[in-house]
């Protein structure tokens, strides 16, 4: 697979015998304009505390969109406009009580967050930040995500021309 290709996805490669699908997940990338450009929403995880996006296992009677929106409602108090595909996934090993790990393969939904709510389902169970893009990118550890940030940051962010070229226009 090409490198191109591999960064569409996420930063895993199709087809990798640890990441053939056993568990399926839905996220969300919750975004807003900030004071300080494009800001995204990270929250920490239940367990370990890192920084994650609004993740869980989806709803059957929800479609996938609808339910990486439902999660970003109960683990982050968040609503908005969700698009209605993904905008990619990434994949990583989920710890399971027993000690063992499930690989799962997470789809990622863009929400362009319209309100914060005073209170949600998991408020007492998570920290929640807003950040620029460049910050969320160096929090995450995850691979999978972080390339997805790097994705949606240049889709998103204008980018700067050079000095030399804004005094000559």
């Not at 090409?2 to 056993?22: D, M, P, Q, Y």
């Not at 568990?23 to 920490?44: D, F, H, P, S, Y």
Request: net charge positive; charged share 25%.
């Amino acid at each position: 697979m090409s490198r191109t290709n591999h960064a569409k996805l996420g930063g895993a490669v199709k087809g990798e015998a640890l990441f053939r699908e056993h568990g399926n997940q839905v996220a969300a990338l919750c975004w807003r304009a900030g004071k300080r450009g494009l800001e995204v929403l990270l929250i920490t995880s239940l367990n370990s505390k890192r920084w994650i996006l609004p993740k869980g296992w989806p709803e059957a009677d929800l479609t996938p969109s609808q339910n990486a929106a439902r999660e970003a409602f109960e683990e982050a108090g968040v609503t908005g406009k969700i698009a209605a595909h993904a905008i990619g996934h990434y994949h990583y090993l989920k710890e399971k009580r027993e000690g063992t790990g499930m690989p799962v393969r997470v789809d990622v939904f863009a929400l362009a967050v319209i309100k914060q709510l005073d209170d949600w389902p998991e408020k007492d169970m998570r920290t929640l930040a807003w950040m620029p893009l460049n910050e969320a990118i160096a929090k995450v550890s995850e691979p999978g995500v972080r390339q997805l940030l790097k994705n949606f940051q240049k889709q998103h962010v204008p980018h700067r021309q050079p000095a030399a070229a804004r005094r000559h226009v």
